[in-house]
């Protein structure tokens, strides 16, 4: 059976760029997702006028029964999955009129609850030497750096997926009961979700190194940079090949590296998210 890649949300921006990448340096299938069937077809036939051959399946992160459907995909047709690069994301744009309260919930979501649930079904059927990139942002380290401390030590004590689970839950309710900064969280859901993510990549790194039935499995966060997509309002100045750049490393990992592992990365460079020094 052909090796297999998966990139979440790539119907368009940073993750049709990532597929493009694949396309052509990844010796496997290369699987481009989106939730609606028609924008990802068209994105697979634009990237056919290239010359390139990505495979097509459909993929709602927010929906249980759609995240099964393409699991049962790879388990008939490939008997596992090699390259995961969760990259489907959200966010509200500056001028969004919804209350925070509802920008909490739909964003964290989206982005943490949503990744974590193709995490969830895609862990048991990674294969030895499978690579997983979680498309975060420094976002997520400025985020963690608005905490208060004592909410900094909670999080940085969170050592299951349940606890970040929790502390992410936790969140949205203080933001639902208006108690945001009485218990030390920032102003942002973007931030807040993706900070949820690369905890999230540590903690399941440790899920895979204590497993003695598969090696060397390796999943890493990583931030693309500031990039020309629809998220920006095209306000970034990368472009998306370039954004796509580091989670393709990523994705791209060579056998048995001994980092990054369940680490962040940026700009091609291992960073510590929760320390990384913001030059503005
Ligand atoms: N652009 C930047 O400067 C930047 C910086 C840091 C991090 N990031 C991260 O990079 C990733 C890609 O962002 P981008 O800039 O390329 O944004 P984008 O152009 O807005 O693309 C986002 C992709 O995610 C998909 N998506 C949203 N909700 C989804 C869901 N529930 N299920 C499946 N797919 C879903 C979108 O699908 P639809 O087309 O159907 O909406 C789209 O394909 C995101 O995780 C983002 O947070 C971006």
């Not at 596992?80 to 001028?95: C, H, S, T, Y």
């Not at 940079?225 to 090949?241: E, F, L, N, W, Y």
């Amino acid at each position: 059976m052909n090796k297999v890649a998966v990139v979440s949300g790539s119907n368009k921006g940073i993750g049709y760029a990532i597929v493009r990448g694949l396309c052509k340096q990844f010796n496997g299938d290369v699987i481009l997702t989106s939730r609606d069937e028609s924008r990802g077809r068209e994105a697979v036939s634009s990237l056919e006028k290239e010359g390139l051959h990505p495979k097509f399946h459909q993929l709602d992160i927010e929906d249980a029964s759609s995240i099964e459907q393409l699991k049962e995909h790879l388990v008939q047709n490939y008997g596992g999955l090699d390259v995961l690069v969760n990259n489907a994301g959200f966010a509200f744009k500056q001028a969004a009129t919804e209350p925070f309260s509802e920008q909490a919930e739909v964003t964290v979501r989206i982005n943490y609850l949503g990744t974590l649930a193709v995490m969830k079904a895609m862990m048991p059927i990674l294969r030895s030497g499978a690579r997983v990139a979680n498309v975060s942002s420094l976002a997520g380290s400025y985020a963690f750096q608005k905490c208060s401390k004592p909410l900094q030590s909670k999080l940085q004590a969170a050592d299951t997926i349940d606890a970040v689970t929790d502390l992410m839950t936790c969140f949205v309710q203080s933001a639902k009961n208006n108690t945001l900064e009485t218990e030390g969280w920032p102003s942002s859901a973007y931030g807040t979700s993706k900070l949820g993510l690369c905890m999230l990549s540590s903690i399941i790194q440790k899920h895979f190194d204590a497993d003695s039935t598969r090696s060397d499995i390796i999943i890493n966060a990583c931030c693309p940079g500031h990039v020309d997509t629809q998220m920006t309002d095209h306000m970034g100045s990368k472009t998306i090949d370039e954004g796509a750049e580091t989670p393709l490393l990523l994705a791209l990992l060579p056998p048995n590296v001994s980092e990054p592992r369940g680490q962040f990365m940026t700009e091609g460079k291992i960073e510590d998210w929760m320390k990384y020094e913001f030059n503005f």
